[in-house]
């Protein structure tokens, strides 16, 4: 029973590994702007025959021509023509004549490098986010969205950064980049597809396609890995690469139309994103072997390129989905301090930039350490200022419903302590939260002779759950650790037989000492979001003033209570006493 538990926090910690790996693996692809672009200036078919020579650059100065051919024998020499060395020499033919290409700094008509880099750098976040859904749900849908996004660096940018490693390692790591990053992301995005989102196969025949389709992708991959060098560039390598396509598109499809109506609004965002995605991919990795290899211009390449940014930005709509909707249940919500720490972080960057780039340009001046030093110390005061509106703006204007519900349940906690009667508690109890919060349920249940009675509740049916067996396990379970508890962690049995509309997120005690005066519960809000830690915070502080108030209350009603019962013992004892001395 524990062994499979302990084999899936294994998994989840061996996949955050990996995902550091491979950030620190592919970030230096995000580097290719910095870099001079070290190229020979053509463009080669898979058999090594010139197609396009770039002006301005080596080939066109050793006077190559389309038509050429680039000698290459071996392994080794094939690479080294697309992605050259400092000093690298390549042997062209034309008929009878021989030319030697020395190669040097690359210049295009278009720099799609900065296009590139911004992929590049979207796709780091996104492998960060894969690796964390790894980690809090390891199994094989997250497996596979990770798999896809690790694919999601440009596989050229990646591969010209390491080939300043020695041969034949250079070679040997292209051929693994070319089939992993070049060819193979949109593949185990079909599997992901297919488990989406609550990982796994509910019909038999999606067992068998999904077993098809691993082996499919196996041979896929083995077979650009032996062949990259003759079919890279071709039409051959973009059918590798794209034929995925149509397969994924279709898993998606059926996943939509074979959902609940639940699950295809909380969906929607994230398949359409990502389909989207991996049709953005395939256009810009059609239009990019098309439109480079054939020297179609600089608009074939500007619109290939704004295809890639728009497939790297894609699949954050999973992310969006996951973080406001909850579509995969990973224990993660956006809070203040995350966004805040993100947004502090942007800020310590760009200003960081701005003091580094005003010491580039004052490096060669003679007072350019006192001016940095000075230009340091404003943008310290800068820093500080901004820390202080920041934090006001994120509470206004990022959180600002949120900020305006906690600020009108603090005045209703303050006003518990006036609370005469028990209704006047119970409405501040379910009412109040369910407005402020837009919850689509609330309900409380007060202890009554060794059970919990529903004396309140929005959004529960009459016949749901009229009481609570005092012995329930998760009674027992918010006796013991007295705090807020997840109904879903907690596998509440009887929750499950509730409406979904009014199955609760969270139960809350209302603790007086020792006793357990009542349960409050709350469902997620209206829009199927679900309530943040300092949200439960504040709710857990709501019930303990409720829990106060109550007693408060009963006490005030026993001492009422008390006050007629000695007023009729007055009365009785006057009437007895005018009796006697009448009978006297």
């Not at 060098?229 to 397969?247: D, K, R, T, V, Y």
């Not at 279709?250 to 939509?256: H, N, P, Q, S, V």
């Not at 810009?284 to 790297?312: M, R």
Request: proline share 4%.
């Amino acid at each position: 029973m524990t062994r499979e538990p302990a084999n899936r926090r294994r998994l989840g910690w061996l996949m955050v590994v990996l995902t550091i790996l491979a950030i620190a693996f592919e970030a230096p692809a995000a580097m290719t702007p910095l870099l001079p672009p070290l190229a020979y200036g053509w463009t080669l078919d898979g058999a090594g025959t010139v197609q396009t020579v770039w002006p301005g650059n080596a080939a066109e100065r050793a006077g190559i021509r389309p038509g050429d051919r680039v000698e290459s024998n071996g392994f080794t020499e094939r690479y080294r023509l697309d992605f050259p060395r400092p000093g690298s020499v390549a042997v062209v033919h034309r008929g009878m004549r021989t030319f030697r290409v020395v190669a040097s700094t690359n210049r295009v008509e278009f720099n799609y490098t900065w296009f590139a880099a911004l992929s590049d750098l979207l796709s780091l976040p996104l492998i960060a986010f894969a690796g964390f859904l790894c980690w809090r749900r390891p199994g094989l849908m997250t497996i596979a969205f990770w798999l896809f996004a690790i694919g999601q660096v440009g596989g050229f940018d990646i591969e010209g950064f390491y080939a300043r490693l020695p041969d034949p390692f250079a070679g040997i790591l292209h051929a693994v980049l070319v089939a992993v990053i070049g060819t193979w992301e949109f593949y185990p995005l079909l599997i992901f597809a297919l488990r989406f989102p609550y990982d796994r196969l509910d019909r038999p025949w999606e067992r068998v396609f999904e077993r098809i389709w691993i082996g499919v992708s196996i041979a896929e991959l083995i077979y650009v890995s032996t062949q990259c060098f003759s079919i890279e560039g071709g039409l051959a390598f973009a059918i590798a690469q794209n034929a995925a396509l149509p397969f994924v598109l279709a898993a998606f499809i059926w996943r939509y139309v074979a959902s609940d109506a639940e699950t295809r609004r909380r969906a929607a965002w994230a398949i359409a994103g990502i389909a989207i995605s991996a049709g953005a991919g395939t256009v810009g990795n059609l239009l990019f072997e098309v439109g480079y290899d054939n020297g179609l211009g600089v608009g074939f390449l500007v619109l290939a390129n704004c295809s890639t940014i728009v497939s790297a930005l894609g699949p954050y709509a999973l992310v969006y989905a996951t973080l406001r909707h909850r579509l995969l249940d990973v224990s993660f919500v956006l809070n203040r301090t995350v966004v805040f720490g993100a947004l502090a972080a942007l800020v310590v960057v760009v200003v960081g930039a701005i003091d580094w780039g005003v010491g580039k340009l004052l490096s060669n001046t003679r007072a350019a350490v006192a001016i940095e030093a000075a230009a340091t110390i404003a943008l310290g005061f800068v820093l500080d200022r901004v820390h202080a509106v920041l934090e006001r703006a994120v509470d206004r204007f990022v959180f600002a419903r949120r900020h305006a519900a906690e600020r009108y349940l603090e005045r209703v906690i303050a006003g518990l302590s006036y609370a005469e009667t028990r209704g006047a508690v119970l409405d501040a109890l379910v009412e109040e939260p369910r407005r402020a919060f837009r919850l689509s349920s609330a309900a409380a249940f007060v202890a009554d002779d060794g059970s919990f009675r529903r004396e309140c509740a929005w959004g529960w049916r009459d016949a749901e759950m009229p009481q609570l067996d005092g012995d329930d396990p998760l009674v027992r379970l918010l006796r013991s650790e007295r705090t807020v508890i997840d109904v879903d962690d907690a596998r509440w049995q009887n929750g499950a037989t509730l409406d979904s509309a009014a199955r609760p997120e969270i139960a809350v005690p209302l603790l007086l000492r020792d006793d357990l005066l009542g349960i409050a519960f709350y469902g997620h809000r209206d829009d199927a979001t679900t309530l943040d830690p300092e949200e439960r915070r504040l709710l857990r502080r709501l019930a303990d003033a409720a829990a106060i108030a109550y007693e408060a209350v009963d006490a005030k009603e026993a001492k009422r209570m008390l006050a007629a019962a000695n007023a009729k013992l007055a009365s009785l004892g006057l009437a007895v006493a005018e009796g006697g001395s009448a009978l006297g």
